[in-house]
């Protein structure tokens, strides 16, 4: 039995996808939560364009245009959500938060 | 195509780098690690023969959201050591009760 | 997560309840991965129902490349929506961080400078040549697009008040370009007594090649003022912005 590609790809895009939903639950810092998303985008399209790739012998060019479309619309919004964790880190000086936040734990 | 040895190395490897931006201790760290995976993508782009995604996944996916996310711990960093407005240190008041 | 794990071992009152929300989390994120695994490996109904008819009408859309025909052409939708997308982002962005300059060093690295003086012309180069190639092979105005905001960023780097000192007006008309210019498309091909965003056969490659360039152009500034952050100052805000960041005067 022959794995094809679609198999490969197509899982390795779920997992990228899974554990990108992991790190956006579970990571304290903005910028990792950021990364996260970024990581889910990622699989995403991953997912996409395997599943226009088929057997690969006709290619999909559809999907192609729309991860096309969605890698611009992901960098917008990639930058909008760093402008406002830059502000967020501004304002309220999220590092000094999640220390005080742990010390008093231990208290 | 048939399935190659090399894109199993590929698979592996991207979620491996996944898997690492989210854990690794340093944020700089984790920001290199994420163009290396944005590269890696890009490559696997290739591999699905999209080379118009491919492009344009090297220029901006790795490329300049790398720049942006630099950008952005550059500011958060350089905010911390600097000085702090009055409005936040009564919010870390309040939660640090 | 490790992420977690760590803030419970520092927290050491609250452990237990932390390493039980990871383990929750753990568990959910596996469920999940299971059933979409599952989803994906049920056979379906064959899913490649778009290619024969992307080829079918590939000669009339007025390009050679498959996927610049979809995205300009057969969905020109998702590029226009894409252009006000990119208009919003650059609009949240600066209204989102203050006028004021980030402080910078003054000084640049000459190796940077002189690399840049290097790579720039070749950006743009290379960004046109993509553009030109976009109808019959792959490049677009996507990817030209891009090369152009990372010459935008490397020069951005060079001289950190590169976008602070551009006339605003200029800058602003420049990132609404591309959308008004789609816009104009398609409102005009509704005026000509066609659909919304539908071309004539005769003129479609002209339509194309221009909306390609004008996209470009748009989607490269975009992707520089990104980076660049701050808004250029009004006149009247430059006077009134605080202390300039030391070292480096207001000048004009």
């Excluded at chain 3, 940077?112 to 180069?125: E, H, I, N, T, W």
């Excluded at chain 3, 509704?190 to 221009?210: D, P």
Aim: charged residues 15%; proline residues 4%.
């Amino acid at each position: 039995m022959s794995v094809s590609p679609t198999f490969v790809y197509g899982l390795t895009g779920l997992f990228l996808f899974v554990v990108g939903l992991g790190g956006l639950i579970s990571c304290p810092q903005l910028l990792r939560k950021i990364l996260a998303v970024n990581i889910m985008v990622s699989g995403v399209f991953l997912f996409l364009v395997t599943i226009g790739y088929g057997h690969g012998v006709i290619i999909d060019p559809v999907p192609h245009a729309m991860v096309l479309t969605g890698i611009v619309v992901s960098v917008s919004g990639t930058a909008v959500a760093l402008a406002l964790a830059c502000r967020v880190h501004e304002t309220f000086n999220m590092s000094d938060l999640l220390k005080r936040r742990t010390r008093s734990n231990d208290r | 195509m048939v399935v190659s040895a090399f894109d199993i190395i590929l698979c592996l490897t991207l979620v491996w780098l996944a898997w690492h931006v989210l854990t690794s201790q340093d944020l700089f760290k984790a920001v290199v690690l994420f163009i290396s995976f944005g590269l890696l993508m890009a490559l696997s782009w290739v591999r699905l023969q999209a080379p118009d995604v491919a492009l344009a996944e090297a220029a901006i996916g790795s490329g300049l959201t790398g720049a942006l996310f630099l950008s952005a711990l550059r500011r958060m960093t350089s905010h911390r050591r600097g000085e702090r407005r009055l409005d936040c240190d009564e919010v870390r008041e309040d939660e640090g009760q | 997560m490790r992420c977690v794990k760590m803030k419970g071992s520092e927290a050491s009152g609250k452990r237990r309840h932390i390493s039980l929300l990871s383990l929750l989390s753990l568990v959910m994120l596996a469920g999940l991965s299971a059933a979409l695994a599952w989803a994906f490996l049920t056979p379906g109904p064959d899913p490649l129902g778009l290619a024969h008819r992307v080829d079918a009408a590939l000669a009339e859309s007025g390009v050679e490349s498959r996927v610049t025909a979809v995205l300009l052409n057969y969905r020109a939708y998702d590029t226009l929506l894409e252009c006000f997308v990119l208009f919003l982002g650059v609009a949240i962005v600066w209204s989102l961080q203050p006028s004021r300059p980030v402080r910078q060093e003054p000084r640049v690295d000459p190796v940077l400078s002189s690399l840049v003086r290097l790579l720039v012309p070749l950006m743009v180069l290379v960004g046109g040549y993509l553009l030109w190639a976009g109808s019959s092979q792959a490049g677009g105005a996507f990817q030209a697009g891009a090369i152009l905001g990372a010459a935008g960023v490397l020069l951005i780097l060079t001289s950190s008040r590169l976008l602070s000192t551009m006339p605003k007006g200029l800058l602003a008309w420049g990132i609404c370009l591309g959308l008004f210019f789609f816009l104009a498309v398609a409102v005009g091909a509704v005026a000509l007594g066609g659909n919304f965003l539908e071309y004539r056969r005769s003129s479609a490659t002209m339509i194309i090649i221009a909306l390609e360039v004008v996209a470009a152009f748009s989607i490269g500034l975009s992707l520089a003022v990104f980076f660049g952050g701050s808004r250029p100052e009004e006149p009247s805000e430059r006077t009134a912005a605080g202390r300039p960041p030391h070292g480096e005067g207001e000048e004009p």
